[in-house]
Structure formats: structure tokens, C-alpha cells
């Protein structure tokens, strides 16, 4: 047996926007073990939910993560709303749909340009930034801000879309759509993007499923899992099926994102079909009493939020299980036995978000 | 596989002129809607009812009624945009222009002058 080193991995590292800390037991080149460390931006969040008021808390939770933003504020209040039996107008529903897909996109994107970035292709991280610069443009106009939408609130959104504007947004991102297309050419086929994700950090789909991978981790290895079925939202008016892949590499990972992107924009186009008239609040009465689990599909994964009020304005108690959180697990595993360059990569396509993950 | 798939794509962009903005001879202007920066635009109208301030989910204002003052602190100002929403004098706007950035912390105060009596009826 040849001798075994430890490399200390992150927090700090030029591949991860976040900070997490892995020790790489090594030998030779070869990972035998990844021993993780989280906790170091850890910000008690979940506390906070004691001391503010539950509907104020609805901007907190919008700020675990300023990538899925949106998607987290959604969470917290479908929960809310489900404990407090209320329920919020369907042209609501209709456009959390459209703010959280356009969210999922914003997020894919900002992936993809990193992953690029982490295997040396300067110029098509550039270029899928380009594409997400025009997505968050298109955010601004539609709810006011660029990453934090503060949109959504309990009881419905703050603020409707005209049809007109509708219309823009429609037209903008068919022309979105087709750059998308370009991009996703190149990550599909390019042979120097092959050689740096195909066969790498293969995790199969018992693995998958015993581990508890969510999201795009677990639908590229051929599992057609997505929160998104439950129905929540108006996603059940909508007509879709999970993107899955087979492989279970980190070109499926990829390839599920990329198809996720094509998906998620005509999620947008189908739901400014049906988007119903009508008010886009209800008026909220009393203070949540009772408990309950909401379940969301994240650009992650399934996100999980458990609320507990008591009947006062201020929760006894609110959870948020992370998709983050719960793809640790199939990275420990996939990082076994894989090379040293390639861990970057790795633990790139799990998409990790630690500040959501420590909240 | 395919080798140089992105060549067809960096041609076109560099027939085209840049993505970015030549910053800062060429300014970006926000679209409507968005929100930059919250604002006393009329002083003369707000009763300092505090309504605003209750409602801020940072407690970034505060109004003091005795004084007659509307006091902001945009490092804590989140924009939101509830006190906009519940000002009942339609005082506050939301700008779609950004608070410029600054150097030391301050909080921003509007105090309202006392307003000339009304003239005498005859």
C-alpha cells in the first residue's frame, strides 16, 4: 500500500464561489476519502424566524441564498400559507411559476458559466454570463430586482405583470432561447468539454437513490425525480415530464441542466398561455397555528421547509433542509476514487450552495 | 464529438459590437419598475404618522413626529418597497435609480420646515 496524504481542499479555492472545506485523503494521485467540514458562514437564519415577524420573514428567507432566491421565498410561504388554510389567487400561483422558472434558468446559467470556468473554457464562461446578464434584465423588469426579487409574499405576490409586459418578456426570451442553444451545442458535443465531464465522478442510480442525491444530481443518474410533480404551485396545469439522464457522470449532471434551461422556458411560455385574470393577494387574517412540510424543486433539488407557529406573529420554529445538504452524501461517495484534477469538477456538479446549505 | 464548436459563435460576437457597456461614458438606465432607491419626495405632505418606519422589515427609518423628522439609514434599507406601499400621503417613492454609493456610514434626515400659516379668511 503506497504512503497516504491529506490535501486540505477549500475553503478557499479558485473553482468554488462558496466555502467548504474537504479533506482529500490521497494516494498517490488517487482520492481514497473526502472528509467534508461545513459551518463557516453559518448565519442563524432559522433563529431569526423567533424574532421577526412571519411576514417579514418572508424577505429573510428570500436572502439563504442569492442564487435560488426566489424559489426560497416561495417555500416559506406556500408553508406559511398551507398552516394559516390560505388561499392565495391562481394568477399568483401562475406567476411564482414564471418568477421561480425564470429563476431556475438565472441559476442553471450561473452553473454553466462556472463549470466552464473551473475546466479552463474562458470564453464560453464568458459567454453563457453573457446570456444570464440578459436573463436578469429581464428580472428586473418583471419584479423590480436583479437577484433578490422580493416579490413574494405570504398570500400571494406584491406585484402583477400587464400583459403587455408579459408579451416583452415572451418575445425576449424566444431570442434568449435561441442564444441558449448555441451554448448548449458546445457543452453538448465540444470534444475538449467531453474529455473533462464524460465518465468522470459516475454515481449509479442505486447509489443515487441509497445516498439521497436530489435534483439534477439524481435525475442524471436516471432517476426522474422532481418536487415540481407534486403539483404545487400551477405546475399542475402545466404539461412537462423530469429531464433525466442515464449516464450518472458529470456530462449527465450537465446535459440535465442544459435540458432543464430548454425546459424551464417553455414552463415561462406555457404558463403566460393559461395565466388566469384576477387579483394576485389575499388578505391575510390571524397568525399561523400548527405545523407543516412544503416541498419545492430547487435549480438544486428538493428543498424542504418545515414552519411551526403558535399562534403569535413569531414561529416556534422553522427548518429549511437543503438541496445542498442533502448531495453531500453522493459527492463523499463520487469523490472516491477519482483523480485529483478532476475533484474540482466533481464537486462543481453537484451545483453547491453553502450558504444556503448553513443557512 | 465535435472539435471547435465555438468558433462559429466567437466570430459572430466579434462582428458585433461588445456585450458590455462602455461604463462610464455609457450609463445604464434601469428599466421602469425597478427598484433603486426609496425617497421622501414630498416632504411637505407626510404627517410623520411612523407608519412607514413600523412597517420596514429592517427598521431602516425612522420618524420622529415631535421633530418632524423622516431619517433613512440606506445601509440597513433593503428596498422592499413596503413603506412605499403603505404610505398613506403618497410621500415616499420608489426610484428607479440606484443611491449612489458612499463613502462613510450616515443616516440620511429630512426635517420639515414649519409651513406658512393659512392666510386669515376675510
Known sequence: MSRRTIIPFGPQHPVLPEPIHLDLVMEDEKVVEAIPSIGFIHRGLEKMAEKKDFQEMAYIAERICGICSFIHSMGYCQAIEAVLRLEIPRRAEFLRVIWGEMSRIHSHLLWLGLTADAFGFESLFMHTWRLREKLLDLIEETSGGRVIFGVCKVGGVRRDVDAEALDRLLAALADLEADCREIAAVFARDASVQRRLSGIGVLPKEEALRLGAVGPTLRGSGVPSDSRRLGYAAYDALDWAPVTEEAGDCRARCLVRMREIAQSFDLIRQAVAKIPEGPVSAKVVGAPRGEYFARLEQPRGEVVYYVKGNGTKHLERFRVRTPTFANLPPLLKILQGCELPDVPIIVLTIDPCISCAER | ?122
Open chain 2, 1 to 122: 464529438m465535435a472539435h471547435l464548436t465555438i468558433s462559429k459563435l466567437l466570430a459572430k460576437s466579434a462582428a458585433k459590437k461588445p456585450a458590455t457597456r462602455r461604463y462610464p461614458a455609457e450609463k445604464r438606465t434601469p428599466p421602469k419598475g425597478a427598484r433603486g432607491r426609496v425617497t421622501m419626495k414630498q416632504l411637505e405632505t407626510c404627517v410623520f404618522c411612523g407608519v412607514c418606519g413600523k412597517k420596514c422589515p429592517t427598521r431602516a427609518i425612522a420618524v420622529k413626529r415631535a421633530e418632524k423628522t423622516w431619517e433613512i439609514d440606506r445601509l440597513k434599507c433593503i428596498l422592499c418597497g413596503e413603506c412605499v406601499e403603505v404610505c398613506p400621503k403618497d410621500s415616499l417613492t420608489m426610484e428607479e435609480e440606484h443611491a449612489a454609493a458612499f463613502v462613510a456610514k450616515r443616516i440620511e434626515s429630512h426635517v420639515q420646515r414649519p409651513q406658512p400659516a393659512p392666510p386669515d379668511p376675510p
